[in-house]
Structure formats: structure tokens, C-alpha cells
């Protein structure tokens, strides 16, 4: 496919230099659906980045659009701060019945506002007004959030330089693998809770993802998850996690962590939680843990309304029957296939992959070809994006809906463009 790059002196004359995707995929995108995306000049793309995550049911799911333009035309509440409305009770019912209890999970839902960030942010907060300490506890290569909370719990050095300040009351330890298998689990971090010469004041909580998004595709196993919870129970520190990117599904369960067989203290939800792409998260915790005063944490933008719709109609479309689960990880098996398969085709170049579900990475020795192959994909018609902390992993992350000729269309794409940047 020939591209032409588009013009884009408005984009670049009026646009603050922080933008980053649009200068990877140099095309001015007009409309979208399912798994595929039209620039408009009429190529289409199909789409392997799903809004960073956004967008597990697809570009204007029409299940999930004929939900918001119904409640749209008959003039339904779209703001309303954290007021009672029709929209959010549906939304809390549906989100008990079809995800919380078939779970045993006795979860209460705070609305902390439109973005991940502004869960993360409510999850500390409550975590250190529950225990009365300031110290949290991250992993190495964690991604958390841009606001000041979160990039404290953040490992990424770039993003956190872009505080401008000291980043204050979070601690680093390793993640799982992160010291090569040479190290028993943990021994570093119950070293410094036993030494009191450590330095390492007494946690509040621990937050961590089950699989690391930004941070390279980096997969804990379920028994480290185990030991972990066990460790934050055992020290009294809550366990909080991260299901921004991976959660509603993203790993196959509903929440990422369900395969461990844990149950965190607080766990936060945003991107495909709204079904639509449209702003909305949740932050949820134990109810013995609801010790917030009325407004102690407040925002304009905690009800958005049209979210609770589509995010009603995806749970009650693709949760209720279990059947997504079983899909997801069905698609998970043939892309693992053709991963395996590129590995096979090129023995003479160190790489690796990993993953689970429908989220995978591709990581070579050589550092700067995660970029090459993305760059090449996007001219053959195929969206993917780069992650880990020097971006030397192409990261997949298709539709949940996804056909499995079109997963496959992009996975040939994604050999191809790994082919032909050797």
C-alpha cells in the first residue's frame, strides 16, 4: 500500500509538541469501525492498539452505539457530576450480577473520575488514609499514571523526569524476572520490612500489574501474584491492583488477576471499562475499607453518564454468558502460533515473546527493530505501537471482537514487516 503522507501543517502549527502516536502513523484518521480504521484518503488500517486498550469491543460497536444513540435521543442525563441517575444505577446493577458476584467479590465502586490516572490517584489516597502511612510500594518498569501520584509508583524514567519535582513516597522493588530467576522471590523486599536500619518506610499498600503494558509486555506468574498477596497480607499492607490496561477482559477473565486466584484490597478500572472509548473509570475496594467522608475526594467529571450506558450494554452483550473468556483466549492460542512461527523463521535473531490473551509482545536484541517494525507495519496497513522502557517491544493489542481471519490478516502483516526489517 502507497501512502501519501498527509498534510499536516495544522496539526504541527497548533498542536503542542507532546503529541507522540500521530507521529508514527503520519495519516489524518476520519472514521472507524470494528477492527479497522479509515485515514481520509480512503486507506484502511486494521487496528492492533485498540486505544491503548480502549477499545476491546471495537471502533463504534454497533451493539454499544444503538445503546448510546437510544439514550442520547431521548435526551438522558450525559452530565452529572456523582448524582443518582437511571444510567449509573443500571450500570452498578449490571456490574454486580454479571461481574462481582459470579465472582465472589464484595467490591464497593467509587466513580474517581473520566481517566486511569484519576483511579490510581483515589486508590493511594484511600490506601494511606486507611493504614495512616505515606510509603507505597511499585515494581520495576511499573506504568501507573502522568499525574503526580502515579508517576511516583512509576518506573518509566523519561515520564517521570516530566514531573519537574521530587517524586515523593513510593519505592521500587522487582518485578517477577526482573533479576533473571537468580533471587528468591521477594527476599529483597522482606529484607528491607525486617531491617529497620533499611530506610524503607512501612508501607501503606503495594500496587502492581499483573502484566506490565508500558513496560514492555512483562507477565508475572500466578504464583508470584500468590506469594505477593500473601506477603502484603502478612505485613499488613494493602494490595492494590493496576487493571487499567488488562482488565475487562484483556488477558481472557474479566480481571487479569483472576487466574492467580487472589483478591486485592483495591483494585483500579478504566479504558474498555466505558465499552465505548469514551472517558470513565472505577476505583473498587473492600467495603471495610469505605472510610471517605462525603466530597473528601471529589471531581466535575465522576459520572459520565453515556459511559455507564455503553458500559452496561458491553457487560450485559459480552459477560453474561462466559463466552468471551473462552473466544479471547481461543485468539490467544493463534497469536502465540504465529509468534512462535516468526521465531522460527528468523533462529539467527535473538528474540522473544510473551503474553497472555489477547496481549502480546515481540522483543529483540536489537533494541531499535521494535520501532522498524512498527513503522514498517503501519505502510503495509497494520496499526501497532511500541512499548517497553527503551521501546524494544512490539506490542499487540487487537479487539477482543476480533474475526480470526482478521487476527490472522495482521499477524501476517506483523511477520512480513518483521521479515522485511531484518
Not at 388 to 413: C, Y
Amino acid at each position: 500500500m502507497t501512502i501519501t503522507p498527509p498534510e499536516l501543517s495544522v496539526f504541527e502549527s497548533l498542536e503542542s509538541e507532546v503529541r507522540s502516536y500521530c507521529r508514527g502513523w503520519p495519516a489524518v484518521f476520519d472514521r472507524a469501525q470494528g477492527s479497522w480504521l479509515h485515514d481520509e484518503d480512503g486507506h484502511a488500517y486494521l487496528d492492533f492498539f485498540s486505544g491503548a486498550g480502549a477499545l476491546n469491543y471495537g471502533h463504534n460497536n454497533p451493539v454499544l452505539k444503538r445503546a448510546l444513540l437510544d439514550y442520547l435521543e431521548r435526551d438522558g442525563i450525559t452530565h452529572g457530576l456523582d448524582m443518582s441517575t437511571t444510567a449509573k444505577r443500571r450500570f452498578l446493577t449490571s456490574f454486580q450480577d454479571v461481574v462481582l458476584r459470579p465472582r465472589e467479590l464484595d467490591y464497593k465502586v467509587m466513580f474517581p473520575g473520566p481517566t486511569g490516572t484519576n483511579a490510581v490517584e483515589a486508590a493511594l489516597k484511600l490506601a494511606r488514609k486507611v493504614k495512616g502511612r505515606e510509603a507505597i510500594v511499585s515494581f520495576t518498569n511499573a506504568f501507573h499514571g502522568m499525574s503526580l501520584g502515579a508517576l511516583a509508583v512509576t518506573g518509566n524514567a523519561f515520564k517521570r523526569a516530566g514531573a519537574g519535582i521530587p517524586l515523593v513516597h513510593g519505592t521500587p522493588m522487582p518485578f517477577d524476572h526482573y533479576l533473571d530467576d537468580q533471587t528468591p522471590d521477594f527476599l529483597w523486599f522482606e529484607r528491607l520490612l525486617e531491617d529497620q536500619g533499611s530506610g524503607l518506610n512501612r508501607p501503606a499498600a503495594v500496587i502492581v500489574e499483573t502484566i506490565q503494558g508500558e513496560g514492555g509486555i512483562n507477565v508475572a506468574r500466578p504464583q508470584w501474584l500468590r506469594q505477593l498477596a500473601e506477603l502484603c497480607e502478612r505485613r499488613d499492607m494493602l494490595l492494590i491492583v493496576d487493571d487499567i490496561q488488562m482488565g475487562c477482559g484483556r488477558t481472557g477473565p474479566f480481571f487479569s488477576f483472576e487466574e492467580a486466584g487472589i483478591t486485592p484490597d483495591i483494585v483500579t478500572l478504566s479504558k474498555s471499562i466505558g465499552g465505548y472509548g469514551m472517558p470513565m473509570s472505577l476505583t473498587l475496594f473492600k467495603p471495610e475499607l469505605d472510610i471517605w467522608e462525603p466530597g473528601e475526594h471529589n471531581g466535575t467529571f465522576r459520572g459520565n453518564n453515556p459511559a455507564f450506558v455503553t458500559a452496561t450494554a458491553a457487560l450485559d452483550t459480552y459477560w453474561a454468558d462466559g463466552q468471551m473468556e473462552k473466544q479471547t483466549l481461543a485468539r490467544g492460542d493463534q497469536v502465540e502460533s504465529a509468534m512462535r512461527d516468526i521465531l522460527r523463521e528468523h533462529r539467527d535473531t535473538k528474540a522473544d515473546f510473551r503474553g497472555r490473551g489477547l496481549v502480546w509482545g515481540l522483543e529483540f536484541a536489537d533494541k531499535s527493530r521494535a520501532a522498524k517494525v512498527c513503522a514498517r507495519a503501519f505502510e503495509l496497513g497494520l496499526l501497532l505501537e511500541t512499548s517497553g522502557p527503551q521501546s524494544e517491544v512490539v506490542k499487540l493489542l487487537p479487539a477482543l471482537t476480533i474475526g480470526p481471519d482478521e487476527l490472522d490478516e495482521g499477524l501476517r502483516i506483523t511477520a512480513r514487516a518483521v521479515r522485511e526489517t531484518a
